[in-house]
Every structure is written in C-alpha cells, then in structure tokens.
C-alpha cells in the first residue's frame, strides 16, 4: 500500500520524507486537542445541524451534511487530506493511518511526541499468522485499536487505519509477504475477519459503531511489488477466473463478510488490463453488490495518478477521475480527486450525485466512528490516554504473540530446549543476533521498548556475542571470530535471515538463498561449534536453507518471522523450554530452483505440465519444498484419533436437476437451492503423548476429485489446541458441504464435486462419498 508515485517525487516530497525519515518524537508543544466535528458544546449553533445530531440515523445524517455542502467543499471530501468548512464546525481530518501490527507512524494522519513516543510494536502479521489462533488475531485488532483511540484523544492518530494487508502470499520473493497471513486462502480469511473484528468492535457491542475503521488491502490480485522490472505501477495481472474466486478473493470477501469491514482499498496494479481502482465491476459490482460493503473504497497512494500518468489508462485526467468515481471509489489518496473531479463534473463526465455518493460514504464512516458527535473525550473512548499505550499488559501480549507464532523446523535429538542448569555458555552469533529495528518489519512505528535476541538469551545464561557479518547483506563474513566463540561454549545460536534491505515494500528478491556469505558462516560456525547448533531464520519469506537442513552439525532451526519488539525474549523463552513451540509455518518453503524457472510476474496458480510450470502454494504446487505449509514441530508429541466422520453424503437435488437425469454429471453448483444446510461434523481427539504441555493446531484438509483442475489438497478448517501431559481433548469441525468442501471451476462457479474427497487430519486420511 501506500508509498506515492514516483513520477509524482515533488509534489510528494514531504510525505515522502513523513514516509521515510522515522520519526522523531514532535516537541511538546505538539497538538495535544483531539481532531472533531460538531462541537456543540463551543459553539451552540451546531445544534442546529441534522449531521450533529446523535438521534438521527447514520444515512441521514450524512444526506443532512452532504446538501449543505457545494461541489467545491465536496471534492475536498474525496481525498485523504481532506477539506475543513469553518462555517459548518468541520475541522481537517487525515485519512491514512497504519496499524498493521501496531499503530504505526507510516501516514500523515499518526505521529508520536514526548507525550506518546511510541506503541506495542506486535510481530509481524506473517508471524502472528503462523500462530494459527483466531482469538490471538482477534486480541492484537483490539489493543491495537486501544491504543489508537488512546492517541487519538491527545491528537496523535486519526480513527481510519489502512490495515490489514490481506493478499495472497502466492510467490516466496515477494518483497510485501511479510505483511500477509500467508498463502492459504482460508487462513487468510481468517485472519482478515479476526483482526478486523478486533480493530473495529465497539465497546458498548453497538453493530453501527465503530472503534476504529479498518481497511482490508490491496484489492486484488497486487502480490508483485519490483521484481526485475516488473513493477506494480505498471503491472497488469492475468488472473484466470477460477484463480481470482478461489485464492485472490476469498480474504477480501471474507474481511467485508464476516469481518463487516468499513474499508476495501483498491491496488495499484491492472487485472486482466483493467487497474482496479478504475473497475466498475470489481468495485461497485463486486465489493459494494455482491459483498455488501458498509463503508468506503479508498484507492492506493496515489492510484488514480498512476492509471492515468503511467499506465496511460484514459487519455485526460478529469476522464480517469470520472472513471474511478462511477467504478465506485469513494476516496482516493493523494490530491487526483480533488483537483479534476469538478472538472470532469462541468465536461458532463460524472453527474454531481456521484460525488454525493462518494462523499456520503465517507462521512458516513466518520459518523460511525463518532467524529461527528463532539469531543471524543466525552464519549465512550474518553477515559482512554497515555497510560494506556505500551500499558505492560499490551507489552506482555506482544511477547505472547511471538511465542505463539515460532515456528520450530528442526529438532535433532530433541537437542532443545535447552536448560539454564547445564548450559554455562553461549555463543550468539550473526547479523540479527542483536537486532531492534529488524524485528518489528515494516509498517511500523516507535516501539515501546526492545528486547532483542542477544538481550533475552543473556537473562537466562551467559552470553559471547559475534555479530559475524556487518549487515544480513553479508558480503564478507568474520568466520575466525565466531568460530572461536562456537568452540568453546556450551551451545551456539546463529540468528541469521534478512530484514528491509532483503525484502520490503518495492523490493522484491530474485533468489531464495540466504544472503551473501551467510551460510559459509553458518556451516563453518556449525563445525566448530562445541555444543548444539540452533539455526533461527528470522525474514519474512521463506529461505532454500536445504544446506543447514541436512548438515547433522545443525541440531535446530527455528523460523521466528520478524517477531516484534519482544522477539528476543520469545527466543529465550523457546530456546530454554519455558514456552513449548507450536507455530506452523503459513506458507511453502521453496527450492532455489523455484526461483530460478518461475517468473514472479506469472499470476496461475494452478501447474501447467505443457510448459514445466510447477503451479504455486502447497494447494497446487507439484515440486519439491524445503518445509511445507503447516510444518512446525514442538517439544511434544501429538497423536490424533478419528472419532465420527460420515463416509457418505448424500445432496438432496431437486428431482428435475440435470444432475438426476445425466450419468455423467460430476459436479454441481453451489447457488442450487440444495446446498442450503448440508452439513456434517467431523469429531477428533488430540493426545499430548509427551511430558509436557503443549499447544497443537489440528488441520483438516480434504483432496477433491480431480475434477476442474480442483487443488490436490485444501485447508478446511483448523484449531488450536493446548494440551497439559499425557492428556486428550476432542475437537470438533463444523463441514458445510457446499461453502467448505466446493471448489472453482474454469469459469470462477463454485461447485461441489461429486466423488471422494479425501479428509486428511495428520497422518489420519478418510474417504467420505458425496453423490446426490
Ligand atoms: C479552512 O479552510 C479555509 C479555506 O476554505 C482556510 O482559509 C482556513 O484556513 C481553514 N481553516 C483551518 C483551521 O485550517
Ligand atoms: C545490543 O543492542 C542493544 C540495543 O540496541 C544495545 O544497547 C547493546 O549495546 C547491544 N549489545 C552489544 C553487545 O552490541
Ligand atoms: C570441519 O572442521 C575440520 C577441522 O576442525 C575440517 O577438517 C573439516 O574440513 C571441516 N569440515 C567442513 C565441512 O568445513
Ligand atoms: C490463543 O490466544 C489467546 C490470546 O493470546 C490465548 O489466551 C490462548 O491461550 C491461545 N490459544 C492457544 C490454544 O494457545
């Protein structure tokens, strides 16, 4: 999301510096006064005016604004920095907020200042993903939000967040993955609903009100952000429609669905030659149609620009402002909007109710989120403040949260944990080993307080520190050094991996292996090494580590995403057993080969054997892998054991569906009055065989009948489980036959196969029979 244009550097340039300079604590005599309309209390008149009045409905309040307004003071509603009408009590409010994994200072509209200088920093989404707890999404939307609203009654933050980032993590180089639950569509899902939920649920349970808005990106089909050339200003994704409906949709559906999002923003890029931002059939068809969006769609910084500047979409700008108005976008961040739209109003591109539309959609936010009803001080956040930002509590949740999402890939020998008694030394060792900044990705802001790995090991044993290369970039390593520290402790720990120079926004990689001389220092610092070696990968894509996979010196891997302020004290906490590991990984580890033969730019998720194509994520991907979706060990063992499951279903069809009278139908689509409540339960029980207590994901997949190139395997559901020793627990999963079990044919229709479809929970499979 929002980084401006290029071609726009100039006018850009201070919110470029906002951007990329990280801030700075303001002086104090920062602006202490929240941001609101309708200050009843300071000037009487307001009284008179239907938008300030709480009684009023939601609509009618915005209608009430909307009149009062000319079309001059309209067209400063449509962009992020908007417009203020002195006469009417409406101050200025900035739009573009982040809170991607805390509340950020990336957008105009949050800062941080000696009263507030900074706010929980969680893990990076890609971390919390790998946690596979929708109560954990859930609980970081709501301190978040907490948070926010705690700085938005001193002036410091806006009530609109543009958060989360919801694409598919369909290609491991993807510079942006970091930002993402995953590859899988259901996680995804999951993910959005959960984390949306948590940001925006208001405190009194009011549905119609919101804590904060929040802002499901980048829709849709965006997942490329510079990669040889290829960039996103200018790429147009070919998306079949079966790979639009059943992965690139799914989250966005889901986050306006379940989650009731107030904000969809639409990418940068094309689909299938049309930019997003300017596709009535994406937006008002789909999102505010189909979906049934209550809130605003608001285009990426700066779409609209770039459709029209760079991609060279319509041939004047008041035609691209019209374009995007009539395909349903409401706001646009940046200026685009507000300096054409009344000129392609006057050229009799767009009619005037189209703007009122807009605008109204965005007030109506605004209304929702309580600008409207005077100071939030006296509202229902009003008791919220400094103290309850960064409170220990939220801090505590961030370190959860990271030993929640760990993901353990090795374990020789059961070689960890560690324990404090017998170990007296440790090397600690690589350009990571001592990170801050690294661990909390991007999208940030000013953390509270970092503990980083070198920190938290040091808590528990003493500690030898060599950082063995100058950045992650490596170019030379100082082996000698680190060599010397491994052979003489007790164990060695290297934290290797990447951060923002290796992966970010606009910077996409081209190979899959660890960077430089990283893994000349890990295989040399593995033969010295003494003790146990344990490899921690902290990135946000996977790495081809097959070299530290198969070297016995290697005892342990571990994957800990960019794991937030508190990363290094979740490290510990794993290394030395008082946190039992149980993330899994949420997305494919790939060969190097993958890199090599795949172009980034090809959007099929399916494999194409005529051209060698391999197809892509662990629902379709035909190669070989380096770890897999799901894997992630833990100090104990689990077992599963397959209580109920039906091995038939049966579709009540009607008796002159066409499906009753051919031998041959295989399928049959969803939106048939049948499917309504077939449904079934899948019973199992989960035993922790070991001696301690753990925590598991139970997954339940199901392979289709290979019918409409259908995924050789697809996530159903998924729980979490935590399990004290040599206990069970059983785990119920709610099927709907046609929501759950359907797939996508060629054409983008949901169908439900008729066949086997094999359920796979661990090593268990059953084989349930669907027919009419
Ligand atoms: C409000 O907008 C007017 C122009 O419409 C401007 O002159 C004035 O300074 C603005 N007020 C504030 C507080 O920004
Ligand atoms: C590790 O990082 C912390 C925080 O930046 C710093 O205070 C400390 O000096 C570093 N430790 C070493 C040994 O470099
Ligand atoms: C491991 O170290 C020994 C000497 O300690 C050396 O002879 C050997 O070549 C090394 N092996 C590798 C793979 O570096
Ligand atoms: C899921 O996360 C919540 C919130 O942190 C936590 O209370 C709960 O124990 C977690 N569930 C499991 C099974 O770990």
Known sequence: MPRLHPNRLFPCLLLFLILLVPPRPSPVSAQQKPVFACDVDGDPRLKQLGFCDKSKGVSARAADLVKRLTLDEKVTFLVNAAGNVTRLGIPHYEWWSEALHGVSYVGPGTQFSSLIPGATSFPQVILTAASFNTTLFQTIGKVVSTEARAMHNVGLAGLTFWSPNVNIFRDPRWGRGQETPGEDPKLSSKYAANYVRGLQRSDDGSPNKLKVAACCKHYTAYDLDNWKGADRFHFNAIVTPQDLEDT????????????????????????????????????????????????????????????????????????????????????NCGSFLGQYTKGAVNAGLLDESAVDNAVSNNFATLIRLGFFDGDPRKQLYGKLGPADVCSPNNQELAREAARQGIVLLKNTAKSLPLSPRKINSLAVIGPNANATKTMIGNYEGTPCGYVTPLQGLSL???????????????????????????????????????????????????????????????????????????????????????????????????????????????????????????????MTWYPQSFADKVPMTNMNMRPDPATGYPGRTYRFYTGDTVYKFGDGLSYTDFSHSLIEAPALVAIPLDENHVCRSSSDCKSFDIQDAACQNVAFDVLVTVRNKGKIKGVHTVFLFSSPPALHQAPQKHLLAFEKVSLSPASEMSVRFFVDVCKDLSIVDEAGHRKVALGTHVLHIGDLTHSLNVRI
């Open 460 to 586: 528990s044993v003493p500690t030898t520190y060599v950082p063995g290369c100058s950045s992650v970039s490596c170019g030379t390593a100082q082996i000698e050094d680190a060599k010397k520290a491994a052979s003489s402790a007790d164990a060695t720990v290297l934290v290797m991996g990447a951060d923002q120079s290796i992966e970010r926004e606009s910077l996409d990689r081209i190979d899959l292996l660890l960077p430089g001389q990283q893994p000349m220092l890990v295989s040399e610092v593995a033969n010295a090494s003494k003790g146990p070696v344990i490899l921690i990968i902290m990135s946000g894509g996977g790495f081809d580590i097959s070299f530290a996979k198969s070297n016995d010196k290697i005892t342990s891997i571990m994957w800990v995403g960019y794991p937030g302020e508190k990363g290094g004290a979740a490290i510990a906490d794993i290394i030395f057993g008082r946190h039992n590991p149980g993330g899994k990984l949420p």
């Open 248 to 331: 690139y949709q799914p989250p966005f559906r889901s986050c306006v669905f379940d989650g009731n999002v107030a904000s969809i923003m639409c990418s940068y890029n094309q689909v299938n030659g049309k930019p997003t931002c300017a596709d009535p059939d994406l937006l008002n068809g789909i999102i505010r149609g189909e979906w049934k969006l209550n809130g605003y769609i608001v285009s990426d910084c700066d779409s609209v620009d770039v459709y029209y500047r760079s991609q060279h979409y319509t041939k004047t700008p008041e035609e691209a402002a019209a374009k995007a108005i009539l395909a349903g976008l409401d706001l």
